[in-house]
């Protein structure tokens, strides 16, 4: 599928290990051991009901090849990024059969498949590496296992030296990531083999490129074009300059400059809404393509955002923007049923324990709303999807309004104890005298002789207008 195809859909992320079991959803997992909790592609193709009744129409798994088996300094390689062997799957995940009834199940729903893959880095089952790397042992890396075939020896010291970025190695002395040399024209075309290979034998549908950043910039193209699929590379950075060129040689990044100032702004009350206003305005500058970058508020490497704050009404503006916002919406597994985990490990909880259970889950009610208010508005409005976010000025700096037509979203970070009464004022959002809905309350809004709206905050709580005219189309938003 190309990035056309992907541009309306919404993806669910979930870590393989820790979405599903095969059979027995009783038994526990333990976050800060950093061991397989044995999750499996037959244990997903079993819950995407789940996934597909909150509205998603695509997940996004974990890496799938062979990983070392050992247990390092940093627990188990239950996340599947240590990979040993990419011409065979990780056997903790299932068979080649498994996966490809979870593609097939995928492709019935009329759903779509995204696969994470790592060329960045391998992992060694020698565990220490010397100022050389002649003791490592690269004898099992397959179909790479000569010395010669990774950059010498060197962790990344210096994250404002490109080369160094590159061609050093991540991870640290007790458990380093042997960096591939992808310089090397035999290796990039057997990368470039190995993609398409694999997108043909297990139908995937769009590619997550791991730690793109540490690959040279042109390696990209070439591997983006055997893959054949929807490209979305993980650059991990603040800043908007860093990240746009990726959006040249790839279909898109990981949009964590706004993931940064998503957080800040929600994250408390005295959040800042200038900055966030600030990266949405350079990255529809600068992307490439806007309206095909990830956006997302939480995921397997960054807290979550509920161990940051448990104010619902906070937990609800975040939750609302990745949604509104240009871009494809991520929810990574869990968010939806409040979890509330810091820092990696500990934000890499199972799913099962929860049961998969969706009523009284205010937060599976929310994006489920949220999932469908976005394919109102698209369907309502062939351009929603291509159309940049705009900002309507408020006066009060607790107060975010933003349009996309036919969709007005109005945002605080007022929370939900604030006495405050305030209002948001946005001017020629609507047709004259136009009848609106919250989707999210349900309450109906009626635009001003002009097209304005002005509507009170309710507990610090968000609301997104949609015209009832587009939601009668859809039927399943606030039925009435
Ligand atoms: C394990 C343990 C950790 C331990 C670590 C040393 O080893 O779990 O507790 O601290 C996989 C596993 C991890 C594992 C790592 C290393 O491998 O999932 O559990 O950590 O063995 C991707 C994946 C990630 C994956 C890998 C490796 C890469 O999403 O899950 O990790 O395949 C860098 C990479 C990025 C990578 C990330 C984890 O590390 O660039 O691709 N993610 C700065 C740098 C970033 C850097 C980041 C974190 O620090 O610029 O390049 O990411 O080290 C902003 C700035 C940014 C700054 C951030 C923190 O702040 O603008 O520049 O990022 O404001
Ligand atoms: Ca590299």
Redesign the pocket.
């Known amino acids: 599928a190309s990035a056309t195809d992907w541009r309306g859909r919404a993806i669910y992320q979930l870590l393989t290990d820790r979405f599903s079991l095969s059979t027995n959803q009783a038994t526990s997992c333990n976050t800060t051991q950093?061991l397989y909790c044995n999750g499996t592609w037959n244990g997903i193709t079993n819950h995407l009901d789940y996934i597909q009744g909150m509205g998603f129409d695509s997940i996004w798994i974990s890496p799938i090849v062979a990983n070392v088996e050992q247990t390092t300094a940093?627990?188990q390689a239950y996340?599947g990024?240590?990979a040993q062997d990419i011409t065979s799957l990780n056997p903790h995940f299932g068979t080649a059969d498994d996966l490809k009834a979870l593609s097939a199940a995928l492709h019935k729903r009329n759903m779509y498949l995204m696969v994470d893959v790592?060329v960045?880095?391998f992992v060694s089952t020698s565990s220490v590496a010397t100022s050389n790397n002649a003791n490592l042992d690269f004898s099992k890396l397959v179909p790479f296992s000569n010395s010669s075939d990774f950059h010498p020896y060197c962790l990344i010291t210096d994250?404002n030296n490109q080369t160094n970025v590159e061609q050093c190695w991540?991870?640290?002395q007790y458990?380093p990531?042997v960096d591939l040399n992808t310089e090397n024209p035999s290796i990039v075309s057997t990368m470039n083999n190995w993609i398409q290979g694999l997108v043909k034998s297990y139908g995937i549908d769009g590619l997550r490129i791991?730690?793109a950043?540490?690959v040279r910039k042109d390696f990209w193209p070439a591997f983006a074009k055997a893959a054949g699929v929807f490209t979305m590379g993980?650059v991990?950075?603040?800043?908007v300059g860093y990240a746009a060129p990726y959006t040249e040689v790839l279909d898109s990044v990981l949009d964590y400059p706004n993931y940064?100032t998503l957080t800040s702004a929600f994250g408390s009350q005295t959040g800042n809404f200038s900055a966030l206003i600030n990266t949405v305005t350079a990255s529809q500058k600068s992307y490439s393509t806007p309206s095909v970058v990830g956006s997302f508020l939480e995921?397997?490497?960054n807290p979550r955002f509920q161990s940051i704050t448990q104010d619902i009404s906070l937990v609800k503006n975040a939750m609302t923007w990745p949604f509104i916002q240009d871009g494809i919406p991520i929810l990574y597994q869990g968010q939806e049923q409040g979890f509330t985990g810091g820092a990696?490990?500990g934000n890499r909880e199972a799913l099962w324990p929860t049961g998969f259970v969706t009523s009284n889950k205010p937060l599976v009610t929310h994006v489920t709303t949220l999932n469908a208010a976005r394919k109102a508005a698209a369907a309502a409005n062939s351009t929603f999807l291509t159309t940049p976010l705009k900002f309507i000025i408020q006066q009060d700096p607790s107060l975010l309004a933003v349009s996309k037509p036919p969709l007005v979203a109005l945002l605080s970070n007022l929370g939900s104890n604030s006495t405050k009464s305030s209002t948001w004022v946005a001017p020629g959002v609507a047709s004259a005298n136009e009848v609106l809905v919250d989707v999210l309350s349900c309450a109906v809004v009626k635009a001003d002789g002009s097209g304005g709206v002005s509507v009170p905050v309710v507990n610090g709580l968000p609301q997104v207008l949609i015209p009832a005219s587009a939601l009668a189309k859809n039927g399943t938003v606030c039925p009435s």
């Open positions: 950093a940093y627990g996340h990024y240590w790592v960045n880095h994250y991540l991870g640290d458990l990531l791991d730690t950043k540490h993980e991990l950075i603040g800043d940064y995921n397997h490497d990696m490990p």
